[in-house]
């Protein structure tokens, strides 16, 4: 299986940049999505293949990357961005998905 | 607009079946490229791909659990389904249903909690 490794969390100050990182195991070409959890809600997708944002989502908001390593960037962060992050990936079989980063702001 | 929307039994007993189901509308499962994934969300294993359903009937598991599922479709009625036979502790969880999920899954379910317990 495809692991994606993430780490596991990050506290940064409203109005910096943050970026979270999610490593693939092997390549999984650009198909690596990004989605925000807030507690009892379901993933809401922010960016899919690695680059596009999606309907909806702040600009502040962005991905990069491609084969092994990704970044979801955020830039400035505000306050309701605290959450939890996840990769996923859909090039390999089966589709994976990274252990979550949980970002927090002090 | 779409939506999805999980159902299921909520909670069941070690080596029963668990059957779920995905209502969904604003799109049609017989569209072109159109697929319905179920991932399922435990506070051990976090977020865990199960199986995806296209258009065309292709069906995808997660070999760790492939010999356990099985998944459908009702097109005629916009529905999806995912039973998991033997179920155990270990596969309490939240499951979701989610719209094209190899390419962002941009609409899911709200899950639905499923508990196994004696």
């Known amino acids: 299986d495809t692991v994606l490794t993430q780490s596991p969390a990050l506290a940064v100050s409203p109005g910096e940049r943050v970026s979270i990182s999610c490593r693939a195991s092997e390549g999984v070409n650009s198909y690596m999505h990004w989605y925000q959890q807030k507690p009892g809600q379901q993933p809401k997708l922010l960016i899919y293949?690695?680059?596009n944002l999606a309907s909806g989502v702040p600009a502040r908001f962005s991905g990069s990357g491609s084969g092994t390593d990704f970044t979801l960037t955020i830039d400035p962060v505000e306050a309701d961005d605290t959450a939890t992050y996840f990769c996923q990936q859909s090039w390999n079989d089966p589709r994976t998905f990274g252990g979550g980063t949980k970002l927090e702001l002090k | 607009q779409v939506t999805l929307k999980e159902s299921g039994p909520g909670i069941l007993q070690p080596s029963q079946t668990l059957s779920l189901t995905c209502s969904f509308s604003g799109f049609s499962l017989s569209t072109y490229g159109m697929c319905v994934g179920w991932i399922r969300q435990s506070s051990g294993k976090g977020l865990e791909w199960l199986a995806n359903?296209?258009?065309?009937?292709?069906?995808y598991y997660n070999p760790s659990l492939k010999n356990r599922l099985t998944i459908s479709k009702d097109t005629s009625n916009n529905q999806a389904f995912l039973k998991i036979t033997n179920m155990d502790t270990a596969d309490t969880a939240t499951y979701y249903c989610?719209?094209?999920?190899?390419?962002?899954?941009?609409?899911w379910g709200q899950g639905v909690m499923v508990t196994v317990s004696s």
């Open positions: 359903i296209w258009w065309n009937d292709d069906k």
């Open positions: 989610a719209r094209r999920v190899d390419y962002g899954a941009y609409y």
């Open positions: 293949k690695a680059s």
